[in-house]
């Protein structure tokens, strides 16, 4: 059976992203068990990741960093063994260099570039940004399989900026172009919530449940 490591540390939708997870699997192909964790062994053992995420870059990356042996733990199970990985709104912001959120913080580094505010164009686009909006997905990748244009549900003020292009794997209109997802070998990360996206989000969850990188 397939595990699914959904990881606990102090910070995330964990309920509503585990019962996303569980509904998912129940309609994709063979037998997984979703691990809400914080376990190290548990982790580093695990088929696939789940880094959720919710508030301030600076106090998940405190409170990510402070549980012992977490980062090791996935960079053995992503890095090392080459387990697909799945970073939710702040969960993918994590995987920046550095985030600029009352002040500057260190990232894990694994997608090279910044997490800045959104400065919108226009007196319409609000930030935070939050509510419904379209993917305009640039290319080709399993996980966005059947949601190309799909709604997803977004709430944030703050937004992954790569370096690097080619990293980008959709975006989003809010006046000017934002990063919605990353994609980069095993590693993916959507800064809308898949958990809230209903049946596009779940369709999503399910792509990345068979998602072989």
């Known amino acids: 059976m397939q595990s ?36 190290p062994e548990v982790i580093a053992r695990a088929d696939r990741i789940v880094l959720p995420g919710v508030g301030a ?19 053995e199970a992503v890095r090392q063994r080459g387990a697909p990985f799945l970073g939710i709104c ?6 920046a260099t550095r985030g600029l959120e009352f002040g500057e913080t260190t990232g894990l580094d694994w997608i090279s570039g910044d997490v800045r505010r959104l400065e919108p164009e226009g007196a319409g686009f609000k930030v935070p940004h939050m509510g419904w909006n379209d993917l305009l997905v640039g290319r080709s990748h399993p996980l966005f399989a059947g949601v190309e244009a799909a709604p997803m549900y977004f709430t944030h003020s703050f937004a992954l900026f790569p370096s690097r292009n080619e990293d980008v794997a959709a975006l989003v209109d809010h ?12 590693i993916a ?12 989000g779940l369709r999503l969850l399910a792509n990345f449940l068979d998602w072989r990188p």
């Open 57 to 75: 870059f600076a106090a998940c990356m405190a409170a990510f960093r402070a549980r012992p042996g977490l980062v090791e733990a996935i960079e």
């Open 4 to 39: 699914i490591a959904l990881i606990d540390y102090g910070s995330g939708n964990l309920r509503s992203a585990e019962k996303a997870l569980i509904k998912a699997s129940a309609g994709a192909g063979g037998a997984r068990q979703v691990l809400v964790t914080d376990d």
């Open 90 to 95: 702040v969960g993918m912001q994590l995987l």
């Open 189 to 200: 990360g959507v800064q809308f919530h898949p958990e809230k996206s209903q049946s596009a």
């Open 175 to 186: 006046g000017g172009a934002v990063v919605a997802a990353v994609a980069r070998d095993n």
